[in-house]
């Protein structure tokens, strides 16, 4: 409330000082007029034309300005009226005119001010063409201004051409003169020449003017509204992500029941069992699912916790996920023997492949099976992991964009691939994508061997993990 | 809608104002024949003088005009009546400018009252009287309509362009005071008739 008062208030002062600033302009340039009438003179005894256009250029510059002062501040009132009123623009349209052609008539009568009824209001309906579709903002008066002035100025030359005097342009006292005198000494042709040379470049620059402010404006809504649409992308990514937690919790929950389960059945076995021996054996099962358990909580809670994974784990637990309800999909994993152990968080790992692997079951594709293909080798210095499918692949022009979040060519969130790709290489992995359209798409995953020294110690780092969490 | 409609009427109209306009001014002026091309005999003398009525910058394009005619004048575009000794033929170049009388910081009712006292001074002593109007139809007002009424009635002889006899005010006053009347169609035809008044 109190910004929109200051900026009205902020108008309401530019209006009175551009009215001010139109009243006093007359006094200001009375000695000008003189002198321009004593130029118009001088041309006559020396027949010389150069004082005409001289007195032309004087006289277009000051009428311009005037005119352009009584425009800016007519537009100023409008404005205030358009904030107060709802009125049409027809009416608003109308109402500066009048305005205009009022304070243009009191100046030229108060102050002996030659002015061209014509000439200001064919400028006033030029403008208003060329500023009409123009938005209103902030560099709007600014663009006024600088439009204004370039309209009044082109336009004020007409006056001073002989050829358009039939056409009511240039009928006061000075340009009369210039062009009686133009005419007298010959000049009437170059005089012609001199206002066209004014007129086309002036007219055509207005026009190029609000051209750029009009793109301008455009380019700062297109800017405003990116931003916006920005802003509730990420908003829309957060929500999504938050969601993806939840998720990732109850997958959680849900694979902590397997040993809650064990649990449960070794304890009801303890309770009917006479054998003391199987007590041992029964406690120590306890014991392992106790610590699965563990293992899995404090992979979720702990992003930085690994453990070290025998890969036949992970394929086993991969394994589990694969649904066989689908009749046309056909899944084959292959593996090598003596797979090295990698250090990872193991549940998140698991998730990560899971994901990649559930976005290649959902690719659509063209051929009469779904087929995929998991492959788990011994490469140099590491462990690949490739998932191959038989879908219709990548287009090359969104390579570039399958890693961003949100981003999704088929029916999936647009979130498996980069929540993959953050917990690979939060686990000092490698992640790359291969497609061909029509042929498929291979993700290859890469997880480097732990060394032995490496193994103890994290091994080591592992075990004081555990204890602390405990 | 309704601005789309005015926008429309604005146009044609402006377009048959455009058309109409420069046809019309051609055939007003082709219908200006009842003037004189100029006198059949002299009527002033040298020396003459060579004032305004109105204070217009025209003024100075007469005396430049009688100074490549080689007709001895004296120039005072607020010339009194004490000017008037010597001089046999006075021409009062008409057309009213608001700026020009403000530059020699007089009012139109000052400069009416000087142009009576000359033409006053100038019926007693018999001189010669030319009035000359260079300012077309565009100068004309009513402030330069009365000065033309002032000074033709008392004149010998009218010279004007025919634009600012469109109205037919000119050939109006000619024919009401009995003043032969010389239309040229531009400036520049001035000489001839000016000459004519003279030699």
């Given at each position: 409330m109190i910004e929109k008062m200051s900026i009205k208030n902020k108008y309401v002062l530019y209006a009175v000082g551009l009215s001010i600033a139109s009243l006093a302009f007359p006094l200001f340039v009375e000695n000008i007029w003189f002198d321009i009438i004593v130029k118009i003179r001088e041309a006559v005894i020396k027949g010389d034309s150069g004082h005409l256009i001289i007195s032309s250029a004087y006289s277009s510059i000051i009428s311009a300005v005037l005119s352009s002062l009584i425009f800016l501040s007519s537009a100023m009132a409008i404005n205030l009226v358009r904030k107060n009123n709802n009125w049409s623009s027809f009416t608003l349209l109308m109402l500066l005119t009048a305005i205009f052609v009022v304070v243009n008539g009191f100046v030229a009568k108060v102050y002996s001010f030659p002015w061209e009824p014509v000439t200001v209001l064919t400028s006033l309906a030029f403008i208003i063409i060329l500023v009409?579709?123009?938005?209103?903002?902030?560099t709007y008066f600014i663009q006024l201004a600088v439009v204004s002035v370039q309209v009044f100025f082109a336009f004020q030359w007409?006056?001073?051409?002989?050829?358009?005097s039939m056409y009511y342009?240039?009928?006061?006292?000075i340009p009369v003169s210039i062009k009686i005198t133009g005419s007298y000494i010959n000049s009437a042709p170059m005089l012609n020449f001199i206002g066209f040379s004014f007129f086309l470049p002036f007219a055509f620059a207005a026009v190029i003017t609000t051209i750029l402010f009009r793109s301008y404006a455009q380019n700062i809504s297109i800017v405003r509204e990116n931003y916006k649409k920005e802003r509730e992308l990420q908003l829309m990514k957060s929500k999504v992500i938050e969601n993806r937690i939840y998720q990732e919790i109850n997958l959680l929950a849900h694979d902590l029941k397997t040993p809650l389960v064990t649990i449960r059945g070794l304890n009801s076995l303890l309770a009917m069992s006479?054998?003391?021996?199987?007590i041992e054996v029964y406690s120590q099962r306890i014991e392992g699912a106790v610590e699965k358990m563990n293992e899995m909580v404090s992979s979720f809670l702990y992003g930085s916790s690994r453990q070290l994974v025998n890969p036949e784990e992970l394929i086993n637990y991969i394994r589990a996920q694969i649904?066989?309800?689908?009749?046309k999909l056909t899944i084959e994993i292959h593996y090598d023997k003596d797979l090295p152990k990698v250090l990872v968080n193991k549940v998140r790992v698991v998730r990560a492949i899971i994901n990649i692997l559930e976005n290649a079951i959902v690719a659509p594709y063209r051929h009469q099976f779904k087929n995929i293909v998991i492959e788990v080798r011994v490469v140099e210095k590491g462990l690949r992991i490739s998932i191959c499918d038989n879908g219709i692949g990548i287009a090359p022009a969104e390579m570039s964009r399958i890693?961003?979040?949100?981003?999704?060519?088929?029916?999936?969130?647009?979130?498996g691939l980069p929540f993959a790709k953050q917990i690979i290489e939060e686990n000092d992995g490698k992640i790359d994508i291969e497609s061909e359209v029509n042929k498929g798409t291979v993700v290859t995953v890469f997880f480097p061997e732990m060394r032995e020294a490496e193994h103890s110690e994290a091994v080591r780092r592992n075990e004081d993990e555990d204890h602390r969490h405990l | 809608m309704k601005a789309k409609i005015f926008k429309g009427i604005v146009g044609i109209l402006v377009i048959v104002f455009v058309i109409w306009l420069p046809h019309n001014v051609d055939q007003k002026l082709s219908?200006?024949?009842?003037?004189?091309?100029?006198?059949?005999?002299?009527i002033g003398k040298e020396t003459v003088l060579i004032t305004s009525a109105?204070?217009?910058?025209d003024t100075y394009l007469v005396k430049d005009i009688a100074n490549k005619l080689m007709i001895h004048n004296f120039f005072m575009p607020?010339?009194?009546?004490?000017?008037?000794?010597?001089?046999n033929t006075v021409v009062f170049v008409v057309g009213f400018s608001e700026l020009g009388e403000k530059l020699h910081g007089i009012a139109f009712d000052k400069e009416k009252k000087r142009i009576e006292a000359l033409l006053a001074s100038l019926r007693k002593n018999d001189v010669t009287i030319i009035t000359v109007y260079?300012?077309?139809?565009?100068?004309?007002n009513r402030n330069t309509d009365t000065l033309l009424d002032m000074t033709c009635k008392e004149s010998e002889y009218i010279i004007a362009t025919v634009s600012a006899d469109e109205d037919n005010y000119l050939s109006d006053l000619s024919n009401k005071y009995q003043v032969p009347l010389t239309l040229v169609r531009?400036?520049?035809?001035?000489s001839e008739p000016f000459a004519s008044a003279f030699r």
């Open positions: 009409r579709k123009n938005p209103i903002n902030s007409l006056n001073i051409m002989p050829i358009f342009f240039g009928l006061s006292d006479k054998d003391i021996s199987k649904p066989t309800e689908d009749d890693w961003e979040i949100g981003y999704s060519t088929g029916k999936t969130s647009g979130l | 219908n200006k024949a009842d003037s004189i091309p100029s006198l059949p005999q002299p109105g204070q217009s910058t607020q010339a009194l009546e004490p000017d008037l000794e010597g001089i260079l300012g077309g139809n565009h100068r004309r531009d400036i520049k035809g001035i």
